[in-house]
């Protein structure tokens, strides 16, 4: 669902070797944001007013993030379990996190890890995007 901002653009190309970059656990890695984005340098520059995130927290290990009103996120928990805010994650569950006024930090747990190339840990991706009232699920 992430989709050019406009038809016709020239294609853009990046990309991000996890095998050479460094592999610092415990802190979010900002991989992709929109090519009008001038603040981050990141790997990837998308034609889309998205921001692209990933992290590996070890065991009981945290990152907070805080997502702006009008804004929103998406939250994939790829390996391991999660916790936020709390709330318990399971792996490949996901969830919409959508911003306050009140810049209310969002924190994200790893509650039990798994065994990978880069050591015990749980994994995630997170996009952030601008929100979009009543996108999402509404069956929960």
């Known amino acids: ?3 050019p901002s406009s038809t016709g653009l020239t294609p853009n190309y990046g990309g ?5 970059s460094n592999q610092e656990k415990n802190v979010i890695r900002h991989l992709a944001s929109s090519v009008k984005d001038t603040e981050h340098e990141t790997p990837v520059k998308l034609n889309q007013d998205v921001n692209c995130y990933a992290a590996e927290l070890e ?3 945290s990152v907070s993030v805080t997502i702006a009103a009008g804004r929103q996120a998406y939250l994939l928990c790829v390996e391991g379990k999660l ?3 709390g709330s318990q994650m399971e792996k490949h569950d996901g969830c919409e996190i959508v ?3 009140g810049d209310e930090a969002i924190t ?4 039990e890890v798994e065994e990978t190339e880069n050591g015990a840990v749980a994994h995630f ?3 952030e995007m601008k929100e979009v009232p009543g996108s999402g699920r509404k069956d929960l």
């Open 1 to 3: 669902w992430i989709v």
């Open 16 to 20: 991000f070797d996890a095998q050479e």
């Open 59 to 61: 065991l009981g290990k």
């Open 83 to 85: 916790k936020v805010n």
């Open 99 to 101: 911003g306050s006024s």
């Open 108 to 111: 994200i747990e790893a509650a």
């Open 125 to 127: 991706l997170m996009f």
